[in-house]
């Protein structure tokens, strides 16, 4: 059936470090895969895609990587931010829809 | 430019009742999409509709429906209230209705909605 997932509920990073969320697929299908973030009080917002040819794609002090052998899909946040403290979801189309993982809450410490 | 507008922003119902949620995309957007968000499950896909014909559909009961208008407005319903609908009911606007066509697919602040 259909389950894109994370690994961790709650991720804890310190201010300056490097964040790595992780995500885990089922559908070997999945060919479009997107990171959303969301802060309190807000809708997602949209942080990076990749498609299923690429292994690797990087963005702002984001860098999406892609392991389709493992069916595994990686967010890293360099240089972590307060303003990086929000719930991240991985999230797969198919079938012309979105579906989306549980999310993983980003905590920054001090 | 605006974002994607969503009203109400809070809303108490009883079992049993129905209500309607409200969506205006970004202007020149003709894909509107819905979310139930929930701690359990989750972000949800309830449906999506681009020039007012319904494109997909999730798995909700049919006490969940939608519409679009020739403006691109949308609306959902949900009929015969039940206590697990108390959700965030999220919208995302973009402008074609194939995910990975268009990557900007903006999302709404949604609609709290408590059922008691």
């Known amino acids: 059936g259909e389950s894109v997932g994370l690994h961790l509920p709650t991720l804890s990073v310190q201010e300056g470090d490097n964040s790595i969320i992780n995500c885990a697929y089922s559908n070997s299908a999945s060919d479009y895969f997107i990171w959303y973030k969301q802060e309190s009080g807000k809708g997602p917002q949209f942080i990076i895609d990749?498609?299923?040819?690429?292994d690797k794609r990087q963005g702002q002090r984001v860098t999406v990587l892609l392991n389709k052998t493992v069916k595994h899909l990686s967010l890293q946040i360099a240089a972590t931010q307060p303003g990086d403290s929000a719930v991240y979801f991985c999230?797969?189309?198919?079938?012309?829809?979105?579906?989306f993982g549980k999310g993983t809450r980003l905590h920054i410490l001090p | 430019k605006a974002g994607v507008t969503q009203t109400p922003r809070y809303l108490i119902k009883t079992r049993g009742q129905q209500v309607t949620l409200s969506c205006s995309p970004i202007?020149?957007?003709?894909?509107v999409s819905w979310y139930q968000q929930t701690p359990g499950q989750g972000l949800q896909f309830l449906f999506e509709y681009f020039s007012e014909t319904q494109r997909n559909k999730g798995n909700f009961p049919g006490r969940f429906s939608g519409r679009q208008f020739s403006n691109s407005r949308s609306e959902m319903n949900v009929s015969t209230l039940e206590l697990g609908d108390s959700a965030l009911y999220l919208c995302a606007s973009s402008l074609t209705w194939r995910a990975e066509w268009n990557t900007e697919a903006f999302f709404g602040q949604g609609t709290r909605l408590t059922v008691v």
């Open positions: 202007s020149g957007h003709r894909s």
């Open positions: 990749i498609r299923s040819n690429m």
């Open positions: 999230a797969d189309s198919r079938d012309d829809k979105i579906i």
